[in-house]
């Protein structure tokens, strides 16, 4: 079943302020005297009149397989469950096989100290499972760049994938699946290797669709032998124009929150940073005046071996506070992200009294507890109780950790 992605606006929140009818250069939104609507015919999601809206109501999506029509939407009280349009929903037996492999990975990835948490409260709505092994939309590769030195021993790369007028939506925090082609040494079909998005919702490029990642290549020694990872090194190998068997989305946890006065908190090492970029990526794009404050601690060995390295240097330190922490460098001691966290122990202890600080941690397993210890510790010596915080913030939706 083909599902196109239908913009549509809540009539519950929607004040009749004609902001949107105003901005949109095509014409599609018209009203009557019960609501505001938009004619899918004639709306090429150009987003013009997301950032005008002043209640958001504006922001609305549906994933349908045959598109409401002008006069259903005035008629409306409220917007229609997720359920799309003239779809049916998969029988639960099946949909729970085929999404065994992605809620396997993502149960890893939330089983340290932070656990599956809640979202943010004012977290966008994510769509998931979409598409599945049986069933998985196709992409484009329209780009595939090392972000590491070439001389450095940690071979990351930056994939573009273009959707082209397929329907794909994700959020920051969110992680696709990819299928690579061929069959294990047993004879049966390589596992979905799941993949953070590092580009935010409107596109690696501003209002396009399509996504990017951040993967690195995998090769490790067994009984002598190198082996080369069978997911990472199948992307990292991919050439522009290829053609890639894509599922998901996937994680309805792990998101941002999209209100201004958050402060977020963001931990990782290497590949790990593929959700923060995307997250920092929209609040420049979408949030640059924001009064929550963005700090990130990014681990690696050397700059050379820290992906996106340029890029973040020519950030403002106005806009996110970046402490990029270095364990190798020529002459100097050992330092990790923990280390760097006890260093600003003052600034740390009073971000975690607010309730709108956010923590995310990504990256290596091995990092989580370093983190935590420090958290523990910095806590402490400012009175608070780390287990009481850490609780709060859970319950609340505040506290995130997917680690491999």
Not at 170 to 179: A, D, F, R, Y
Not at 378 to 389: F, M, P, R, T, V
């Amino acid at each position: 079943m083909n599902l196109i992605r239908q913009h549509l606006i809540d009539p519950e929140i929607c004040i009749r302020c004609n902001t949107c009818e105003e901005t949109c250069p095509v014409d599609a939104i018209t009203h009557d005297d019960t609501n505001y609507v938009v004619d899918m015919a004639k709306c090429d999601m150009c987003m013009d009149c997301i950032s005008p809206c002043p209640t958001g109501s504006i922001d609305n999506w549906r994933m349908v397989s045959e598109a409401y029509s002008v006069e259903e939407q005035l008629s409306w009280e409220e917007l229609p469950d997720e359920i799309g349009h003239g779809e049916v929903a998969q029988e639960p037996v099946q949909q729970e096989a085929n999404e065994l492999e992605a809620s396997a990975i993502l149960e890893v990835a939330h089983s340290g100290q932070g656990g599956k948490v809640l979202p943010p409260y004012s977290a966008a709505h994510p769509y998931i499972n979409l598409y599945n092994r049986d069933s998985p939309i196709t992409a484009r590769v329209a780009g595939n760049y090392r972000i590491t030195d070439t001389d450095s021993e940690s071979d990351i790369h930056h994939i573009v994938l273009d959707f082209g007028a397929q329907t794909f939506p994700v959020l920051e925090g969110q992680s696709i699946g990819i299928i690579p082609p061929g069959e294990d040494d047993k004879g049966r079909p390589h596992l979905v290797r799941l993949y953070s998005v590092a580009s935010p919702r409107d596109g690696e490029r501003p209002s396009t669709n399509n996504l990017s990642l951040t993967v690195k290549r995998v090769q490790f020694e067994e009984n002598g032998d190198t082996v080369l990872g069978v997911g990472s090194n199948y992307v990292c190998d991919l050439k522009k124009g290829d053609e890639v068997a894509v599922t998901g989305p996937f994680g309805s946890t792990f998101l941002m929150p999209n209100h201004a006065e958050a402060n977020i908190i963001m931990i990782c090492t290497g590949t790990g940073a593929a959700p923060f970029r995307a997250m920092t990526e929209y609040r420049r794009r979408f949030m640059p005046e924001t009064t929550g404050k963005l700090k990130l601690y990014f681990g690696a060995r050397t700059p050379g071996e820290l992906p996106y390295f340029g890029p973040l240097k020519k950030l403002s330190d106005d806009f996110i506070d970046k402490q990029l922490v270095f364990s190798r460098l020529p002459d100097q001691p050992k330092e990790y992200v923990q280390h760097r966290m006890l260093q600003q122990s003052d600034e740390l202890a009073a971000l975690m009294t607010s309730e709108e600080t956010y923590v995310y941690i990504c990256g290596l397993k091995e990092m989580e507890q370093g983190v935590e210890e420090s958290f523990e510790k910095i806590c402490n010596q400012g009175g608070l109780s780390w287990d009481e915080i850490k609780t709060a913030m859970k319950k609340s939706g505040r506290y995130h950790v997917e680690t491999y």
